[in-house]
């Protein structure tokens, strides 16, 4: 399966490089979760949340009023899952 990386837009198979943020919650509700490719990639993602943000209303994806309750109460840091 590819995935695409939401900063450059590189699209490849998972490996080990890749990392994604998010929680499971998130990816339930069905809402695409921020994924980047390389230490690179990361580097530009200065507030996640507000990447996912961004990538929601790019999608027209509309997050429940649960997901935001918790989304607001996210660390400042992100949480990133290889």
Known sequence: ????????????????G??????????E???????T???????RVDDPKRWLLLLWGKVGAKPSKKILKNFRR???EAKAVS
């Not at 399966?1 to 080990?16: F, G, I, L, R």
């Not at 509700?29 to 994924?35: C, E, R, S």
């Not at 490719?37 to 580097?43: F, H, L, Q």
């Open 1 to 16: 399966m590819k995935h695409t990386c939401n900063v450059c837009q590189k699209c490849a198979e998972w490996d080990s």
């Open 29 to 35: 509700d069905g809402l695409p979760v921020l994924k």
């Open 74 to 76: 996210l660390p400042e």
């Open 37 to 43: 490719c390389s230490e690179k990639c990361r580097s």
């Open 18 to 27: 890749w990392e994604w943020y998010g929680s499971i919650s998130i990816q």
